[in-house]
């Protein structure tokens, strides 16, 4: 069996290099099981390969999402005090941790910069389409 091992780690290094990596296991089954050594399937090596990759990409997608996720909660926040709006609800949730419901739009003072950013332009557009106004 080594003999034939050794031809194939010879005549296929594609193949050596999966050897290297089962020696260590194949090793260890023969001196603790003194039988048969059951030996690891090359479709589970490449299947763990795959899984690997696989692996890799969801956490790459992750962390797209948490960048992506952070932003839109920038975004909200930003949304919220330009109309003097709670950020964590709207003014939505009886519950809520931080204003208990009562932090609807025009609760608090609109922040300056962020109400031009956002409303002003939007009450503009709303005036022109709703009352044909400047
Ligand atoms: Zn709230």
Known sequence: M???LEYLKEHNPEMAKYFELMQPMMGKNEVEEGKEIPRIDLEVEERIKKLKKINHKLF???ENLKLQLEFELNQNDDLAKAIGACTECFGEDNECSACFGTGK???G???FI???KY???AIQK???HYFNKN
């Open 119 to 121: 409303i002003q332009p």
């Open 126 to 128: 709303y005036n022109k």
């Open 114 to 116: 962020l109400f031009n």
């Open 2 to 4: 080594e003999a034939y």
């Open 105 to 107: 739009p025009g609760n």
């Open 60 to 62: 790459a997608m992750i």
């Open 109 to 111: 003072i609109p922040d």
